[in-house]
């Protein structure tokens, strides 16, 4: 990860309509397109933890791969049921549509980012941006998204969690509450029965990832619906999700980074690529 450090970051509160706002970390890598994508990005933390920051790695390999990216703190835990954090972050991309050109450019084509539980949130702002109609998402990238509160998959077994006290079931409680059956789309897109439509998809999961088999799926099914995706699944042992919510502290940085970091990487620079300008025709008939 030794490219890390030439990428900047600044902390801001964008506001959001009502009055109300959002911390927010920006991430810009040393040079990039005058057109850069703006990427909102939304950490791991399985509906309950993390903080602004938690989110650094996969914010600095994306802005690493050209884009600006906004990182959100949303609203979690048992005080914020759905869809109160997927409400916030709505709002926080019609701001970011508003501040395009300052962020920016006005030229910019936005996307949603996330892992885990954010990848939930991400895939839940593309089937709104297409259901409401506000604001032209350009793509979306899911990174082992936890889609579907079943928790009934062959990869949560291997990584023996899948009962009723691991974080998983106590997120899906916290932001579910007495909706725990979780049929609504927009809070479990797993179950979503319509998909045609949405933004073009990039979908990663690793080896051992316990989200690897919903991710698939998703995959599956986002092609069985004729959106444009792109799938990958990277090399193991990763740790995801709990690896990706780590700081990056300087000693790291010296060491060889694990397998899945420079291929997270390279997906991620290929996937942007295609929606610079130069880059032609963003998606090719399948």
Wanted: glycine content about 10%.
């Amino acid at each position: 990860m030794d490219a890390l450090p030439l990428t900047s970051c600044r902390d801001e509160t964008l506001p959001l309509p009502g009055g109300a706002s959002l911390p927010v970390r920006i991430y810009q890598g040393a040079t990039r397109h005058e057109a850069a994508p703006l990427v909102l990005h939304l950490h791991a933390g399985s509906f309950t933890r993390g903080e602004l920051g938690s989110g650094e790695q996969v914010a600095r390999l994306l802005a690493e791969a050209g884009a600006v990216v906004v990182d959100a703190d949303y609203p979690k835990g048992p005080g914020h049921l759905f869809p109160a954090a997927l409400k916030a972050l709505d709002a926080l991309l019609a701001s970011l549509y508003q501040r395009r050109s300052r962020l920016a450019s006005r030229h910019s084509p936005v996307l949603v980012a996330g892992e885990e539980a954010g990848g939930n949130l991400a895939a839940a702002l593309a089937l709104m941006a297409r259901d409401q109609g506000h604001g032209q998402l350009a793509g979306q990238i899911l990174i082992g998204p936890m889609l579907n509160p079943c928790l009934a998959t062959a990869s949560l077994r291997d990584a023996e969690t899948a009962d009723a006290s691991c974080r998983w079931a106590q997120g899906w409680r916290a932001y579910l509450g007495e909706c725990e059956g979780g049929d609504h789309p927009y809070a479990a897109p797993a179950c979503a029965s319509r998909l045609s439509g949405v933004a073009p998809a990039l979908v990663i999961s690793t080896e051992d990832d316990p989200m690897r088999d919903e991710s698939l799926a998703y995959a599956r099914a986002l092609k069985r619906a004729g959106v444009a995706v792109e799938q990958a699944l990277l090399p193991g042992p990763s740790g995801w999700p709990e690896v990706l919510m780590k700081p990056l502290a300087a000693s790291a940085l010296l060491l060889p980074p694990p397998a899945w970091v420079p291929a997270l990487r390279q997906r991620l620079a290929e996937f942007l690529s295609r929606f610079l300008p130069a880059a032609g025709p963003r998606w090719q008939p399948a």
